[in-house]
């Protein structure tokens, strides 16, 4: 389970800083949030956000990752193990940070889940080792942008 590269995330989410898609209302959520390492480097690098969430299904990973945070007590942040497949969000905007490696199945249920939610709160999806785009496209009614290899924007 490789991290995601905390370098193209820093150029994704500054992306979409600088080109307005998100501002301090908006929450981020890490999908498959391992052991912390991207609200870690988030959190130091990129406080733009007024809460910070994580979900992770695997228990090892999840008890990791609440060690790893454990020091940002003064932060908002609010770290789920659960399963993709059944999470529900909350009603509000969140940057959502989605780094493949899931099978289809999981990202149709967390879409199918919370499409109308998404679409409602105008919420912003940075997809890296985008693999599944063209099955998303087919199946949800998003805005696409794609600027960098390897990456869609889905608003």
Avoid: W
């Amino acid at each position: 389970n490789q991290p995601a590269p905390l370098l193209i995330l820093d150029r994704n989410i500054n992306f979409c800083k600088k080109n307005n898609f998100f501002d301090n209302t908006f929450s981020f959520i890490d999908i498959g949030s391992g052991c912390g390492l991207l609200i870690h480097y988030v959190l130091n690098n990129l406080d733009y956000f007024q809460s910070y969430h994580g979900i992770e299904f695997e228990k090892n990973f999840f008890k990791i990752s609440k060690k790893n945070l454990i020091s940002y007590k003064n932060k908002n942040i609010n770290l789920i193990y659960n399963d993709a497949r059944n999470l529900l969000l909350e009603d509000k905007k969140y940057l959502i940070y989605l780094y493949n490696p899931f099978k289809f199945d999981l990202l149709r249920c967390f879409f199918l889940n919370n499409y109308e939610n998404i679409i409602k709160n105008k919420s912003v999806i940075i997809y890296h080792n985008d693999i599944f785009i063209k099955d998303i496209k087919k199946n949800f009614k998003f805005r696409y942008l794609k600027i960098f290899s390897g990456t869609s924007f889905i608003l």
